[in-house]
T-cell receptor, first 116, second 111 residues
Framework: NAGVTQTPKFRILKIGQSMTLQCAQDMNHNYMYWYRQDPGMGLKLIYYSVGAGITDKGEVPNGYNVSRSTTEDFPLRLELAAPSQTSVYFC???????????????FGPGTRLTVL | KQEVTQIPAALSVPEGENLVLNCSFTDSAIYNLQWFRQDPGKGLTSLLLIQSSQREQTSGRLNASLDKSSGRSTLYIAASQPGDSATYLCAVRDYGQNFVFGPGTRLSVLP
């Protein structure tokens, strides 16, 4: 198993540009999450999904959008990038199919995004 | 609103020492608490998960305890090694899908 994979690893955007951060997992997990981590801070939840076709907002959703068309993929879309979105973005998944997502969260390696 | 703090922010110890990392949370209505390790430039790796009904979990040299009533958890690392050097984060989950992370404790174990 590759676990949770994220692409790209690094990206520099100009203010106002848009991009999609990709996340995929091969563990058949129902639950998937997007977090951002700012320097010296804990992770903050942006969006999460409890299954294909179902997404919901986390603590800091403004400026982001997500979709979940398959169990495996959970892309995060940034529209009109702003310097405040400079951060490291982590995708995570948990819970085998049929579970209530009580299992351990497995994280991807992260995407380091800079908005100039 | 749930808030999670971790003390100390950084810790440096000589190899072989036993050490304790602390995590505090403000709302005791949690579903579970998880301890993670993060190496520089990498993602998070789960170390231990404690359900709200449990008091502690152990894995090798690691032991995590949970006291919901006082809003505290500790991570005990026995016989520390240089390979334990990393940032350790705790996270609490409520009964929905809200996860709140602490800022982490940066640990350095000196050979």
């Amino acid at each position: 198993n590759a676990g949770v994979t994220q692409t790209p690893k690094f990206r520099i955007l100009k203010i106002g540009q848009s991009m999609t951060l990709q996340c995929a997992q091969d563990m058949n997990h129902n639950y998937m999450y997007w977090y951002r981590q700012d320097p010296g801070m804990g992770l903050k939840l942006i969006y999460y999904s409890v299954g294909a076709g179902i997404t919901d907002k986390g603590e800091v959703p403004n400026g982001y959008n997500v979709s979940r068309s398959t169990t495996e993929d959970f892309p995060l879309r940034l529209e009109l990038a702003a310097p405040s979105q400079t951060s490291v973005y982590f995708c995570a998944s948990s819970g085998a199919s049929g579970s209530r997502g009580t299992d351990t969260q497995y994280f991807g390696p992260g995407t380091r995004l800079t908005v100039l | 609103k749930q808030e999670v703090t971790q003390i100390p922010a950084a810790l440096s110890v000589p190899e072989g020492e036993n050490l304790v990392l602390n995590c505090s949370f403000t709302d005791s209505a949690i579903y579970n608490l998880q301890w993670f390790r993060q190496d520089p430039g990498k993602g998070l790796t789960s170390l231990l998960l404690i359900q709200s009904s449990q008091r502690e979990q152990t894995s090798g040299r690691l032991n995590a305890s949970l006291d919901k009533s006082s809003g505290r958890s500790t991570l005990y690392i026995a016989a520390s090694q240089p390979g334990d050097s990393a940032t350790y984060l705790c996270a609490v989950r409520d009964y929905g899908q809200n996860f709140v992370f602490g800022p982490g404790t940066r640990l350095s174990v000196l050979p």
